[in-house]
Each structure stands twice: as C-alpha cells, then as structure tokens.
C-alpha cells in the first residue's frame, strides 16, 4: 500500500520535518513455530512484518490488517511484545519520520504465505534456527515473541 493517504494530507501543510508516528509490528508465529517474514521491495531484505495503523485504528487490529494485506496469513494478536522509539528515518524524498513501534506476537490461523501487495517481493516461513539476514532490531523483536521473560532493547548496546 505504501504511504497513507491521511500521512500524505499531513505532509501538505507540515513538509519535510520530522514526523512522530505510530507503528506496529507483528511477529507471526505457525503452529510449527515458525516466523513469517517478507522480503521488502523498496530494500530487497527480508524483514517482519508491520505497518502504520489508521486514525483510530487499535495496535492488533493493525497488525492482524497488515499481515493480512502482505502476505494472505490470517491471525490473531496474542500479546504485546515490546513498546520501542526507533530512531529517525529519512527517506529518498527527504521526508523525516520517527516511530513508536508496537511489536506484537501473533499466531497464524489460515490463508496461504503468499505476496499479497506490491510491498513485497517474496513471503516465506522460516524456522527459528534458519532466519535469513535481518536487522539487529527484527532479530531482537523476534527473541522477544519467543521469550516471556521482559528485556529491554538498548539501540546503543
């Protein structure tokens, strides 16, 4: 889907500057314990799955929206894994956004993997043990669906 229209009207009067938004991620789980993830078109990297949610739109529903659109797997959220400021991104247009992520740990519960958008370009499961290369923070939200035990992500560490 791409940018949101309500983002694009906010930028028509608040140009470039930086952006405080909202994000959910969702880390998808198979009865097999399998994660799902998606190779992003706009990097080329495989990456978990997450969005921004509407005006007024509640986190799981985000995440369950999301996965849905992405990949054709239905879920449910099941809890909330790890509330986290990223740091600021800059985009090729110049556009500053910073994000409030939600990660949320979700379970599958039917459809079929499949690329569902045009924000990916492949969509697979992956066996905990045989991840493909993600960033040090998917890695980390990942581990943190896994585990019950609360951890604190430090960027700087």
């Known amino acids: 889907m791409g940018t949101p229209d309500f983002i694009h009207t906010i930028r028509a009067t608040a140009g470039r500057q930086l952006l405080w938004l ?26 978990v799955i997450g969005g ?5 739109e509640e986190p799981a529903a985000c995440a369950v929206r999301e996965v849905y659109e992405e990949t054709g797997v239905r879920c449910v959220a099941e809890r909330v894994v790890l509330v986290q ?7 090729a247009n110049g556009d500053v956004c910073q994000f409030m992520d939600i990660t949320l740990r979700c ?5 079929e993997a499949r690329v569902n958008d045009d924000e990916s370009l492949e969509v697979a499961w992956f066996a905990v043990d045989a991840l493909p290369a993600l960033d040090e923070f998917g890695l ?18």
């Not at 994000?23 to 706009?42: K, P, S």
């Open 140 to 157: 980390f939200r990942i581990k943190q669906a896994l585990s019950d035990e609360p951890t604190w992500f430090d960027p700087a560490s």
């Open 22 to 47: 909202p994000g959910v991620t969702a880390i998808v789980l198979d009865d097999e314990g399998r994660v799902l993830l998606g190779r992003r078109a706009d990097t080329g990297r495989w990456a």
């Open 107 to 111: 379970r599958a519960v039917g459809g």
């Open 52 to 56: 921004m949610p509407d005006p007024g």
């Open 85 to 91: 400021a990223l740091k600021p991104i800059t985009y």
